[in-house]
């Protein structure tokens, strides 16, 4: 175990760096799955100390296999075969499960997205961090582990970690939660971090704290393996990107030319269907990426997009008028009024005939208790909303008052597979979108066909179970359900946050195409910053349930009035190479 | 055209056949049996006639207390009645009630439940006691209960033993309720302008019945002990009737010398209950994966 050998201080790593993975030819597959066929095939990887490698790729690509199987957790019947798979300058090929113990936690720490569910509930998240020192670090005494466990935790940037040491995972927030399994993958100070998705699950402003953390570890010569299915969020960190595709490396290389001059048409794709300021208005799914023609600069390349069309009807007569929103929950048994918990304050916007209004916000802004107050769902504690010119809450008004205008507004989830019914084929879940049409039967199937072929599908989906559709499909049968009344607003809620990028690009051009020709106005919630330029003519910037900022999408992006917009803005991750190129 | 149909056909059906037998080979054996036996036993209480020839009720007094020979496979018992015949048509009986005082109970317990799951708090809360109350006694207690309120007879005492199994459906169906009342797809189904009703009928009843069929073969089986149990305590059917418990209570009289007259009526029991039972939970098994 000694033979381990812990990251070396950055003074000593002035010479060649380190190799601390050098792989070729990986292959993993399962005997029981797919017929024993490779899942991942031909990865060929290499890390330096103090570097950043990131493997880029969406789900099911095989990113997360290949990264477990660096640490000998490929899975109990992984067929792991390379042409060459040396682990800290050993081959692993005849690693025993002791050798590998050594490995883990010792040379490589691993960080994975969930914190919540990897860290044990039942213990302190000290004794968490502590365990990995009392494995790895021999012949300290329990004050010099307590204080080792205090530094590693200051290391990431816990504030006050004597008093965090003593508390449980859920008694922390999201980032500081994630910064605590940083602290417990590299308390032994390993000489490799593995991070899986280590920021999927947080809001921006928090990604960008997770992400510095990783920065300050690779100045200090630890080589960083960072898993994410994000372009945008290895661009600024990693120095080599690896672009995996159904089990095998497409594109890899220096993160710059990657970016700039991505040779595999999947990356060349992946990178022209990202969204923002530059794409509005043009479809995401068609548009390609191309050299620039007088190729005096080498190699350096332009997004071609199709336009979408235009427009039936824009900014018309107000659709939602929403006046003053708020919402309290009272906590406990206390009637005192400063002793509410306040979901959202005073929140006040219009929607127009046609238009797309954007409401961004990080977890727990209150976006979510705005979309289920304008969809008559949660009633409001202060406020009112107006929905096509008529009262749509309030006293008097109950779900039989609004019954007549309930086919006129309606929802996209972000999950649409527990917004189905399980037990309901698409036929029947098409049936309740035009329930309020009162059609004969045969109408009924032809309205359901003709909607299945204006998302892009087919009458082939009539008698599919959602269970059985995948992410993107299920995206638009919800849309498909949503357009069937004709109506006037729909309510999209994080539509597109679960998609893969590819996936998510051809839901907004749908969603975007379906908008112009039919002129519906549109509520798009979204956490995602770049989503939201696309898409939205104005935006509505929330933070702990009261409006910051509202305005029109491109004056809001451009110069932010509000510090928080700012910050947010400077927190997101951006493509740099293609924004500049773009 | 024709050639093709032909060719087609016995391919199809080839297929189709694998298929089945791919399904049945993934059946446990356990389950197989316990349904063979059961589907033994709905014969019993279609047709009992054509499983045994003799006269559950006809006593010849010249052949009692024989034991188990050629002619009577199960024996015969003090009055000269033939066991198998009486074992046989007793599962009339048996599974009647038992069926009968599941229907009671699962009614019941779904009124309640849904009630309780729909209702307001208030409502809920009351339900909810009221489970507490009936399940607070013991099950046979209760049907004893019961029992001496309407009087004996066959279809008191269903009433009887469904009354105890009400807390169990009642508690499932109703968390049931409150699971799907709050599921999105509900949430959902507002928000498209169904009315109170059509959500009701289209999503709420038929995904809170998902639950039934499990919890209802279970208690089949539970609720024909308690049947059997209340028959022997000569709260059931009356002698001479050929129901199991009542075989039972009358078996024990002569068990020092006859072991017959009480041990097939007793096997028949433990093996329905067994069979119920079997095919109850690996039905929770398959329903839970193929519904979450």
């Not at chain 1, 029981?32 to 790729?57: M, S, W, Y």
């Not at chain 1, 095998?248 to 060349?268: N, Q």
């Not at chain 1, 910037?541 to 917009?565: H, N, W």
């Not at chain 2, 149909?5 to 199809?12: K, T």
Request: contains cysteine; hydrophobic residues 50%.
């Amino acid at each position: 175990m000694s033979e381990i050998t812990r990251a070396s201080s950055p003074a000593a790593a002035n010479g060649p760096a380190r190799t601390l993975v050098d792989v070729a030819g990986l292959s993993i597959g399962f005997a029981d799955v797919d017929a024993g066929r490779p899942l991942v095939r031909g990865v060929d990887l290499t890390i330096r100390a103090g570097e950043c490698v990131a493997l880029v790729g969406e789900s099911g690509s095989g990113k997360s296999l290949t990264a477990r199987s660096l640490i000998g957790l490929a899975g109990a019947h992984a067929r792991v075969d390379a042409a060459r798979f040396e682990i800290d300058g050993r081959a692993a090929a005849g690693f025993r499960e002791r050798d590998w113990r050594a490995v883990r936690g010792g040379f490589a720490g691993l960080v994975m997205q969930d914190a919540l569910v990897s860290l044990d509930p039942l213990r302190t998240v000290g004794r968490e961090i502590g365990e990995t020192l009392a494995r790895h670090v021999k012949g300290q005494s329990r004050a010099q582990r307590v204080a080792a466990v205090h530094a590693v935790m200051r290391d990431v940037g816990i504030p006050e970690p004597e008093r965090r040491a003593a508390q449980y995972a859920h008694e922390l927030s999201g980032g500081l939660r994630q910064r605590a399994l940083i602290a417990s993958a590299i308390a032994a100070s390993p000489a490799l971090v593995i991070a899986d998705e280590p920021t999927t699950a947080l809001d921006v402003t928090v990604q960008a704290q997770v992400l510095a953390v990783l920065e300050a570890r690779l100045r200090a010569g630890v080589g960083v393996l960072l898993i994410s299915h994000d372009l945008a969020v290895v661009a600024g960190i990693a120095d080599h990107v690896i672009v995996m595709h159904r089990g095998e490396v497409v594109d890899s290389g220096p993160t710059r030319s990657v970016l700039e001059r991505p040779s595999h048409p999947y990356t060349r794709q992946l990178l022209a269907a990202q969204p923002g300021a530059h794409s509005r208005g043009h479809r995401l799914g068609s548009a390609r990426l191309v050299e620039r023609g007088d190729a005096t600069e080498a190699g350096a390349s332009t997004i071609v997009r199709e336009r979408l069309p235009v427009r039936a009807h824009t900014g018309g007569d107000t659709v939602l008028r929403v006046q003053g929103i708020g919402k309290r929950y009272a906590r406990g048994n206390a009637g005192a009024d400063a002793d509410a918990f306040v979901a959202l304050d005073d929140v006040s916007f219009d929607v127009r005939e046609g238009e797309v209004l954007g409401i961004v916000g990080e977890s727990g802004s209150g976006k979510s208790t705005s979309a289920n107050i304008v969809l008559g769902l949660l009633a409001p504690t202060a406020g009112s909303v107006e929905f096509l010119g008529g009262r749509w809450n309030g006293a008097g008004v109950n779900e039989t008052a609004r019954s007549a205008r309930r086919p006129l507004m309606r929802y996209i989830p972000q999950d649409p597979l527990s917004a189905f019914d399980p037990r309901h084929a698409v036929r029947r879940l098409l049936a309740d979108g035009l329930h309020a049409q009162r059609l004969a039967k045969p109408a009924v199937l032809e309205r359901s066909v003709a909607l299945l072929e204006q998302v892009g599908l087919d009458a082939s989906y009539l008698d599919r179970f959602p269970a059985s559709l995948s992410g993107g499909q299920r995206q638009r049968i919800a849309i498909a359900r949503a357009i069937a009344s004709k109506p006037a607003l729909i309510v999209c809620d994080e539509p597109v946050s679960a998609l893969d990028l590819y996936v998510q690009a051809q839901v907004l051009d749908l969603l975007c195409e379906l908008q112009a020709q039919l002129g519906t106005a549109l509520l798009f919630i979204s956490h995602d910053l770049d989503v939201v330029q696309h898409i939205s003519d104005r935006v509505l910037v929330l933070k702990d349930g009261r409006a910051v900022e509202t305005g029109a999408t491109a004056e809001v992006f451009a110069s932010p009035q509000a510090d928080y917009t700012k910050m947010l803005l400077r927190s997101a991750p951006a493509l740099r190479a293609t924004r500049q190129a773009a | 055209m024709s050639d093709i149909s032909v060719s087609a056909a016995p391919a199809l059906t080839g297929r189709l056949a694998d298929a089945a037998r791919r399904r049945l080979a993934r059946v446990p054996v356990p389950v197989l049996l316990s349904s063979a036996f059961l589907a033994l036993l709905a014969f019993a209480v279609a047709l009992p006639h054509a499983v045994t020839p003799y006269d559950p009720l006809l006593s010849e007094v010249a052949h009692a207390m024989q034991p188990p020979d050629a002619t009577h496979w199960f024996g015969t018992d003090r009055i000269g009645r033939d066991v198998l015949a009486r074992v046989v048509y007793g599962a009339r009986y048996s599974l009647l009630i038992g069926l009968a005082s599941m229907l009671v109970s699962l009614l019941i317990g779904l009124v309640i439940g849904l009630t309780a799951g729909l209702g307001r708090r208030v409502v809920d809360e009351a339900a909810s006691r009221v489970f507490d109350v009936l399940s607070a006694f013991p099950p046979v207690l209760l049907s004893l209960f019961v029992v001496s309120f309407l009087g004996q007879g066959i279809i008191n005492i269903a009433v009887a033993v469904g009354i105890a199994g009400i807390p169990k459906f009642g508690r499932v169906l109703r968390a049931q309720t409150l699971v799907v009342r709050r599921a999105d797809y509900v949430t959902h189904a507002v928000i498209f302008g169904l009315s109170r009703r059509a959500v009701f009928w289209r999503h709420v009843l038929p995904n809170v019945l998902a639950a039934v069929p499990v919890i209802a073969t279970i208690d089949v089986g539970s609720a024909i002990i308690a049947v059997a149990g209340l028959s022997f305590l000569g709260l059931g059917p009356q002698p001479p009737t050929p129901e199991w418990g009542v075989m039972l209570a009358e078996g024990r009289d002569v068990l020092r010398v006859a072991w017959w007259p009480s041990v097939f009526p007793g096997l028949a029991i433990t093996l329905t209950v067994m069979a119920f039972t079997t095919i109850g939970k690996y039905l929770s098994r398959i329903y839970g994966v193929r519904t979450r």
